[in-house]
């Protein structure tokens, strides 16, 4: 396989790069980075979303296990709030490769755009996740890593019901935020978290 000019048969040190989070109204936006070992397959390896929650956190370990190299990065609701969810996406997937032990020859980004500030070429995939193992691989450790972040959470602030939605904007959510107010976790530039704030300020 070919791409952009680089041989990926010839190379192995190639980075697949994901993030979870950007659609939630709390916490962090999570990126991966992960640079599989030709030579330890992982079976299993997919998109994240179509695994169940019991298969991810089997596969978790065996990613950190068996990869030549891995790295879990996020960008704060701080930063979200500041920069926005695309570019805090953007910060928390080149922190992601940025902290790899092992600095790639490649990177392929699931999406429709890299980050800047790589230390490689790199190439957008739309759908990586389900293309590319290294991808899935990240998309994984990304979503495990993430979920858990929402369990202690949920943990700390139970009413919310954050183990169950995850952050994002239900039904469940949005009723316990009018409720309870927002936390100090909570995007504050989001339409939803920013209204609320806005009617209480009144």
């Known amino acids: 396989m070919k791409t952009l000019g680089f041989d990926f048969a010839a190379e192995r040190l190639i980075a697949g790069v994901d993030e979870v989070g950007r659609g939630p109204l709390i916490?962090?936006?999570?990126?991966?980075?992960?640079?599989?070992?030709?030579?330890?397959?992982?079976?299993?390896?997919?998109?994240?979303?179509?695994?169940?929650?019991?298969?991810?956190?089997?596969?978790?370990?065996?990613?950190?296990e068996n990869a030549l190299a891995w790295s879990i990065a996020w960008a704060t609701p701080e930063e979200i709030d500041e920069l926005n969810i695309l570019h805090a996406t953007m910060l928390a997937m080149q922190r992601a490769v940025n902290q790899l032990k092992v600095v790639p020859q490649f990177a392929l980004i699931d999406g429709n755009r890299c980050p800047p500030g790589l230390p490689c070429p790199s190439e957008a995939i739309v759908k990586g996740d389900l293309k590319e193992p290294a991808i899935s691989a990240a998309s994984i450790l990304a979503k495990v890593y993430r979920d858990r972040e929402m369990a202690e959470l949920d943990k700390r602030h139970p009413g919310y019901g954050?183990?169950?939605?995850?952050?994002?904007?239900?039904?469940?959510?949005?009723?316990?935020?009018?409720?309870?107010?927002?936390?100090?976790?909570?995007?504050?530039?989001?339409?939803?978290?920013?209204?609320?704030?806005?009617?209480?300020?009144?």
């Open 27 to 64: 916490g962090n936006v999570v990126a991966a980075a992960v640079i599989l070992d030709p030579a330890k397959p992982i079976s299993g390896l997919t998109d994240s979303k179509k695994l169940s929650e019991k298969k991810r956190e089997q596969l978790f370990p065996l990613i950190q």
């Open 162 to 202: 954050f183990a169950q939605h995850k952050g994002y904007p239900t039904a469940l959510h949005m009723e316990k935020l009018r409720l309870l107010g927002p936390l100090p976790e909570h995007r504050r530039s989001f339409r939803p978290v920013a209204e609320l704030l806005s009617v209480n300020s009144l």
